[in-house]
């Protein structure tokens, strides 16, 4: 059983900044692809930003690219997602997820992630 636990979420103005941060039990991380996806009020769950388990290849939302940035450090089980330039509408519920065999295929499908953490609230202010 792998277990996610997601921080670094809360209240920002627009244009700001926020590093979230997604630690993985001990075991089989480095073998796992990570992501996020977010869900907002009334949506449906999207995907985010997703990692190979090696770091060598990063996807991301065509809503994010060029303002977030998906990195992970296998040392300490912990993959990060730094958002900068903050909108209105990336207020939501943001999970971290893992996929046992995520590829390019895979990365953006909610239903191929295999563990999924409780979620942190990003609250984006205008």
């Known amino acids: 059983q792998v277990q996610l636990i997601e921080s670094g979420g809360g209240l920002v103005q627009a244009g700001g900044s926020l590093r979230l941060s997604c630690a993985a039990s001990?075991?089989?991380?480095?073998?796992?692809?990570m992501g996020w996806f977010r869900q907002a009020p009334g949506k449906e769950r999207e995907f985010v930003a997703g990692?190979?388990?090696?770091?060598?290849?990063?996807y991301y939302a065509d809503s994010v690219k060029g303002r977030f940035t998906l990195s992970r450090d296998n040392t300490k089980n912990t993959m990060y997602l730094q958002m900068n330039t903050l909108k209105p509408e990336d207020t939501a519920v943001y999970y971290c997820?893992?996929?046992?065999?995520?590829?390019?295929?895979?990365?953006?499908?909610?239903?191929?992630?295999?563990?999924w953490g409780q979620g942190t609230q990003v609250t984006v202010s205008s």
């Open positions: 997820a893992a996929n046992r065999y995520g590829n390019s295929a895979t990365m953006r499908k909610t239903d191929k992630y295999d563990y």
């Open positions: 990692i190979t388990w090696s770091g060598s290849s990063t």
């Open positions: 001990e075991g089989t991380f480095r073998t796992y692809a």
